[in-house]
């Protein structure tokens, strides 16, 4: 069973840094896509940043120029290092990664538990 372990979450002050981390563990082929995604109350999970196995990076627009998703393959771990927070970026922030458990199989989804980030003014 592969499981997604973030960590880094917390509370932190306007203009302040965080840096999220999550490790995968257990026993699959390869991963693929990993990513971040965020919630808040009353609201659908949105992407914040994914990066392809090769490093290839996508940010949604509002994150742009203050996030830096980067991974290691070896550890099988992605983070997500944020400046500049804002208010708005307060929401409980999910991994995801897309695995291939057996390479035989397609790849498929995984979530994180989650991991709580608040930003004061």
């Known amino acids: 069973q592969v499981q997604l372990v973030e960590s880094g979450g917390g509370l932190v002050q306007a203009g302040g840094s965080l840096r999220l981390s999550c490790a995968a563990s257990g026993s699959f082929f390869r991963l693929n896509d990993m990513g971040w995604y965020r919630q808040t109350p009353g609201n659908q999970r949105e992407l914040v940043a994914s990066?392809?196995?090769?490093?290839?990076?996508n940010y949604t627009d509002s994150v742009k120029g203050r996030f830096t998703i980067s991974r290691d393959n070896a550890r099988n771990t992605v983070f997500l290092q944020m400046n500049s927070l804002q208010r708005e970026d307060t929401a409980v922030y999910y991994c995801n990664a897309v695995v291939r458990v057996l390479w035989v199989e397609s790849p498929r989804e995984y979530w994180g538990q989650g991991t709580q980030v608040a930003v004061s003014s």
């Open positions: 990066i392809t196995r090769g490093g290839s990076t």
